[in-house]
């Protein structure tokens, strides 16, 4: 497809659980952003990845969080021994060239995780 | 510390009224400011976007916002909705890095 996709669109998991949610970007685009978005707030920033390096992970929430994108193009989110307060939507964005301001993000349908 | 505020949380209006939803940021430097919008069931998708220049920029459908520096405001505007405006919008900004700050957003219902 033409956007960025993510899988599963919906995903439920008991507390203690692990989980995995991927991403696909726009083909070829080189920066790959994931936002996590509580009920009723805005999104707010995890991490970015140039290609296959991740350069920035200083919005993960706890060292639970793991975010890989190794051959630079799909990246995983993994989130270990879920907890309830993880329930959200997570978004992957991607752009055309290096991370900056003037870099149009184009983002994904999400992901929604409840953790029961 | 850095943030990004919407006034509204909710807006009901009808069609053909015109809105005006505020937004206002917090950052000490240069910033560069966006509207984004999610449509019921579709992804975050682009509105309008500001970096530098004409205060008032021109977005898709029909949208415009302004920015006042003096006031650290950006807010969006459309003279006149449709039923198909009806979304959650949501405003933000980017320092001198990549990481866009999102408002917590505002709902827009427009009533036919």
């Known amino acids: 497809g033409a956007g960025v996709s993510q899988s599963p669109r919906y995903k439920v998991a008991k507390r203690g659980q692990d989980v995995a949610l991927r991403c696909d970007p726009i083909?070829?685009?080189?920066?790959l952003f994931w936002y996590q978005q509580a009920l009723g707030q805005g999104p707010e920033f995890l991490t970015y990845?140039?290609?296959?390096?991740?350069?920035?992970k200083s919005g993960l929430p706890s060292d639970r969080f793991f975010a890989e994108r190794p051959e630079g193009s799909v990246s995983t989110l993994k989130i270990q021994r879920t907890q309830q307060e993880d329930s959200a939507v997570y978004l992957c964005?991607?752009?055309?060239?290096?991370?900056?301001?003037?870099?149009?993000?184009?983002f994904g349908p999400g992901t929604r995780l409840t953790v029961l | 510390a850095q943030s990004v505020s919407q006034h509204n949380h909710h807006v009901i209006l009808s069609e053909a009224a015109s809105l005006e939803l505020g937004c206002n940021y917090s950052?000490?430097?240069?910033?560069?400011l966006f509207w984004y919008v999610q449509y019921p069931g579709q992804h975050l998708q682009l509105l309008l976007k500001?970096?530098?220049?004409?205060?008032l920029v021109k977005g898709i459908k029909g949208f415009e916002a302004e920015f006042i520096k003096s006031k650290f405001s950006f807010n969006l505007r459309k003279p006149s909705v449709q039923w198909s405006d009806t979304a959650e919008y949501f405003c933000?900004?980017?320092?001198?890095?990549?990481?866009?700050?999102f408002g917590a957003g505002t709902t827009v219902t427009v009533r036919a």
């Open positions: 964005a991607s752009s055309s060239r290096a991370g900056g301001p003037y870099n149009e993000q184009f």
């Open positions: 083909s070829g685009h080189v920066s």
């Open positions: 990845f140039q290609n296959e390096a991740q350069l920035d």
């Open positions: 950052y000490g430097g240069t910033v560069n």
């Open positions: 500001y970096f530098s220049g004409d205060p």
């Open positions: 933000a900004v980017i320092s001198n890095d990549y990481k866009l700050s």
